[in-house]
């Protein structure tokens, strides 16, 4: 089977697992980096501000693809493919050496345009080099490659910034980017195509918007991509705020100890400070679905659509809901498997499904509209991963809380780490203490009532939706 497809496949997929890798290489310890304290190397900014990073500018990377897809069209895919890659690479590079708020996220909205324009080429190379009988299987082989360089770029970046630093994480990205335009540039082959008739550039990005809303005119659609919209906004908090949860409160000291004591080989990779390090239980996710979506699958073709979702839903809510009810890393493990579980039974079933309600003829029209709903996710993130984690769950607010109804005044301008070293001693209580204090007094984890919300009315919806749209048939 696998000779089925051609060179210009493999190539794609190559690309798209460097691309990832270097992605989330990346984003997967960012809103560590971004709240990390100074004087570790980390920018120190508030969660806020790290919530507005990671989700305004991953809102902008996901609505745009559409729009950018019609300008790869028009290059080609070769010049688009070199294009994306140069900007991402520029992008990341710059990110290592910017230190303010304002330039942080411009840079960074920069390389998501740049990952925006990478996105429909990519799908669009693998959907012009398989047919009816090789899709299933090569977009099988696509999503694994998405997850093999999810898997490989955390697991790079977490020994590379205990040997190097937080800075090289980003360098990692614009060396792995380079590699991609050397790629794009000597092996990719742009197909020959028959000449269209040209119409002017924005009058074609104006008529691929407005298929996009001549879609959403569809009300079972419309509907559908709403209700998907809590599925991404749960599914987006174990990027977005469980690696700050971790490392703020999940005592994984015993573990590290057992891993240095019996795998020493391993300790210096995965653990650091006498704690295992938070983006390895998060990596946790894209290694059950490099070894398991294939067994999900199976089950999941022996559901509807809609059946397969919902559950996938309930069974990926009740795996964060767990990595945030209790500051026990098993609890954190067993959780984020079965979050993985759920996430493969759900998230690549959304565009089966708005395949199934698609009239005929409009089938690019109605998956031009699949991203909406994880552009909106991501913007809505921001709420929980920022606003509510601030208020609710940040350890450093919470201890300022405490100061200050003691009455205990703090000087200005002390990093992080000073800030919690002077606390402890003004407490008389070691950081653990302090850690196991603030958790007992302003109990962190009720953030987990809100991602539970979230998810369960999203599988409510969903089953409501079932209900009527099968009604109505």
């Known amino acids: 089977m696998l000779k089925k497809f051609n060179a210009t496949f493999w190539v794609a997929s190559f690309l798209q697992l460097m691309e990832r890798w270097a992605f989330y290489g990346i984003f997967t310890v960012l809103g560590l980096y971004l709240v990390a304290s100074t004087d570790e190397g980390g920018l120190g900014f508030n969660h806020e501000q790290k919530a507005a990073i990671m989700a305004y500018v991953s809102a902008v990377l996901y609505f745009i693809p559409p729009i950018l897809g019609v300008v790869a069209d028009r290059i080609g895919y070769k010049l688009s493919l070199v294009i994306s890659f140069i900007i991402m690479g520029v992008g990341y590079f710059m990110l290592s050496e910017a230190t303010t708020y304002a330039a942080f996220f411009s840079i960074f909205l920069l390389a998501a345009i740049g990952g925006g324009f990478f996105k429909p080429v990519v799908n669009g190379i693998v959907a012009r080099n398989t047919d009816e009988s090789t899709s299933t299987i090569g977009f099988g082989i696509?999503?694994?490659?998405?997850?093999?360089?999810?898997?490989?770029?955390?697991?790079?970046?977490?020994?590379?910034?205990?040997?190097?630093?937080?800075?090289?994480?980003?360098?990692?990205?614009?060396?792995?980017?380079?590699?991609?335009?050397?790629v794009a540039l000597f092996l990719y082959k742009e197909p020959t195509t028959a000449k269209k008739d040209s119409k002017p550039l924005l009058t074609e990005i104006k008529e691929s918007v407005m298929h996009i809303v001549e879609a959403l005119k569809d009300k079972r659609l419309t509907i559908l991509l709403l209700l998907m919209v809590g599925f991404w906004t749960m599914f987006n908090q174990l990027f977005y705020t469980l690696p700050n949860f971790i490392e703020d409160w999940v005592d994984s000291s015993a573990m590290s100890a057992w891993i240095n004591e019996n795998l020493p080989f391993l300790g210096t990779i995965l653990t650091e400070k006498g704690q295992v390090k938070a983006e390895w239980f998060i990596n946790i996710d894209s290694f059950m679905i490099i070894f398991f979506q294939v067994v999900v699958s199976y089950f999941v073709t022996k559901m509807t659509h809609v059946s397969a979702m919902i559950k996938g839903t309930i069974i990926a809510t009740l795996g964060v809901t767990l990595t945030?009810?209790?500051?026990?890393?098993?609890?954190?493990?067993?959780?984020?498997?079965?979050?993985?579980?759920?996430?493969?039974?759900?998230?690549?079933?959304?565009?089966?499904?708005?395949?199934?309600?698609?009239?005929?003829?409009?089938?690019?029209?109605?998956?031009?509209?699949?991203?909406l709903p994880v552009a909106a996710g991501n913007y809505l993130t921001y709420f929980i991963s920022g606003y509510l984690y601030t208020r609710w769950s940040d350890k450093y607010t919470l201890l300022g809380n405490e100061l200050a109804k003691r009455s205990i005044e703090m000087p200005k301008n002390l990093t992080k780490n000073q800030y919690f070293d002077l606390a402890s001693e003004k407490l008389g209580m070691t950081k653990a203490q302090i850690t196991e204090y603030l958790w007992q007094t302003y109990n962190p984890s009720k953030l987990w009532y809100v991602i539970c919300a979230v998810g369960v009315f999203a599988a409510l919806s969903l089953y409501v939706y079932d209900r009527v749209m099968k009604k109505k048939n």
Do not use: C, D, H
């Open 142 to 182: 696509f999503y694994m490659m998405v997850n093999v360089g999810g898997f490989l770029g955390p697991a790079m970046s977490s020994p590379l910034r205990t040997a190097y630093g937080w800075r090289i994480i980003f360098i990692q990205g614009a060396v792995v980017m380079a590699i991609n335009v050397l």
């Open 324 to 371: 945030f009810v209790f500051n026990n890393p098993w609890f954190t493990i067993i959780g984020t498997v079965i979050f993985s579980l759920g996430e493969m039974a759900s998230s690549p079933t959304l565009s089966a499904f708005v395949a199934q309600i698609t009239p005929k003829g409009k089938e690019a029209l109605y998956q031009g509209t699949v991203f």
